[in-house]
């Protein structure tokens, strides 16, 4: 009995400090996501399937139908093995306009591995909060003027919108 009541507060006091840990409310990322989350819940979002090769860096979210991560074929085998039950995909983009600082913005939990030049980019800065309508994460890379993949796996539903801006 003793050591059952022990176990129960264990895992409360880990539940407790894991939820901690996640910050909640829009006004708890480490920077400003007004502009982010207005393109992420813009109803103008583009559609693509994972694969989809861009044109462009869109100025507006967009949005990614993702598949089973068997099912993904992502071209570089992701930094972290996806869990079962969840969603994979991947888009190609462009270079970049301008070498420089830019904010990935995700609109749900998911991992993302940027490749560029054949290598994972490193973030140089991660935000994130739940219970934000629109957003949920915000990661921060350098980007050279040149093509780059962006994997996202471990996503819990089968799409999420991002959108890809300037760091300001």
């Known amino acids: ?14 539940t407790s400090a894991w939820a901690a840990e996640e910050p909640s409310g829009c006004d708890k990322f480490k920077w400003n996501i007004d502009h982010a989350r207005a393109a ?8 693509l399937s994972s694969g989809s090769e861009l044109s462009a860096i869109p100025s507006t979210g967009v949005t990614i139908a993702l598949v089973a991560p068997a099912d993904a074929k992502l071209p570089t085998p992701p930094e972290r093995a996806p869990k079962d039950g969840t969603f994979a995909g991947f888009a190609k983009f462009p270079a970049v306009p301008k070498a420089g600082s830019y ?15 054949g290598h994972f980019l490193k973030p140089t800065a991660f935000s994130g909060a739940t219970d934000c309508d629109g957003i949920r994460k915000t990661v921060k890379f350098e980007l050279s003027a040149s093509p780059f993949v962006l994997q996202i796996s471990g996503v819990r539903e089968n799409s999420i919108s991002l959108v890809v801006q300037p760091s300001e």
């Open 1 to 14: 009995m003793r050591s059952s009541a022990l176990l129960v507060l264990a895992l409360l006091t880990s």
């Open 40 to 47: 992420l819940t813009a109803p103008d979002r583009t559609k």
């Open 103 to 117: 904010t990935l913005s995700l609109s749900k939990g998911a991992w993302v591995d940027l490749v560029q030049d």
